[in-house]
């Protein structure tokens, strides 16, 4: 059984900051490509941003490129995504998920997901 828990969202300004946390409950935490979705009313949902299990390769959205950063600490099997800049349209339920596909970057590729957690940027 694989656990995914997200932490950290919240209602921010539009301008403002959010460090979103995953707590991941893995046998082998560095053998996943860990990524962020997120999923805002009436939309797919998306990926935001991945980082590999192979030489910490990242991905990101050109939504979010430049503002957002994902990191890993594979001692504490947590996942993170500072989110700074924040914007109205980033407002969405933002999701952690894991895969064992090098290079995942489509929703049917992870086969993990944590509950979600809600972001707000307001105007």
């Known amino acids: 059984q694989v656990q995914l828990v997200e932490s950290g969202g919240g209602l921010v300004q539009a301008g403002g900051s959010l460090r979103l946390s995953c707590a991941a409950s893995?046998?082998?935490?560095?053998?996943?490509?860990m990524a962020w979705f997120r999923q805002a009313p009436g939309k797919e949902r998306e990926v935001v941003t991945t980082?590999?299990?192979?030489?910490?390769?990242?991905y990101y959205a050109d939504s979010v490129k430049g503002r957002f950063t994902i990191s890993r600490d594979n001692a504490k099997n947590t996942l993170y995504l500072q989110m700074n800049s924040l914007k109205p349209e980033d407002t969405a339920v933002y999701y952690c998920?894991?895969?064992?596909?090098?290079?995942?970057?489509?929703?049917?590729?992870?086969?993990?997901w944590g509950q979600g957690t809600q972001v707000t940027v307001s105007s």
């Open positions: 998920a894991a895969s064992r596909i090098v290079a995942p970057f489509n929703v049917y590729e992870y086969n993990y």
């Open positions: 980082v590999s299990w192979i030489g910490g390769t990242t």
């Open positions: 893995v046998r082998t935490f560095s053998s996943y490509t």
